[in-house]
């Protein structure tokens, strides 16, 4: 496959220290070191326990004249275990739309990072497209439920429970 991998590496706040992107070449198997970054000014300045880096693959999918690029896994990585890191508490912002009585579609957004944010719905069977991610500031992240019952928006917004790495200490 061909893609890029892209890397940034920040502060807990958010602001971008340094990043950059590269175009890969990838084959079945093959594990290969495609970039070094250099840490030594950035643990100085802010410390282990301040910054983390955040890394994606984005897989060209393009063909019959059309461009298409689709990012299919993302990671951060943290330069310390994960407790030490002075995580912010905040108040995610959430919207729900309804395509029907039983498909939602749930937005979220934070102006900070949120490590291995998640959500629920007590009392519901239900399948999402992902319910267990992190939220990076300013970027909003996007997941489509299908419920076991039919249900309104209000009550899905009643019964919805988040929490992040942040909530558990």
Do not use: C
């Not at 943290?78 to 002075?86: A, G």
């Not at 395509?99 to 399948?127: E, I, K, M």
Request: aromatic letters at 8%; proline letters at 5%.
């Amino acid at each position: 496959a061909t893609g890029r991998v892209l890397w940034d590496l920040l502060p807990v706040d958010g602001r971008r220290i340094l990043g950059g992107s590269k175009r890969v070449q990838l084959h079945h198997g093959e594990s290969v070191a495609q970039h070094t970054l250099p840490l030594d000014q950035p643990l100085e300045k802010f410390g282990r326990d301040e910054i983390y880096v955040r890394i994606a693959l984005e897989l060209d999918t393009s063909g019959a004249g059309r461009k298409n690029v689709h990012r299919v896994s993302e990671e951060t990585v943290f330069l310390t275990s994960p407790r030490y890191v002075h995580l912010p508490r905040t108040r995610t912002k959430i919207g729900v739309k309804m395509r029907n009585a039983r498909h939602a579609t749930l937005t979220f957004s934070s102006s900070v990072f949120q490590h291995r944010f998640s959500f629920d719905v007590p009392g519901v069977p239900y399948r999402a497209s992902d319910n267990y991610f992190d939220l990076y500031p300013g970027e909003t992240k996007m997941a489509h439920l299908e419920l076991s019952r039919a249900m309104t928006v209000g009550r899905l917004k009643k019964l919805l429970v988040t929490r992040s790495l942040v909530d558990t200490y």
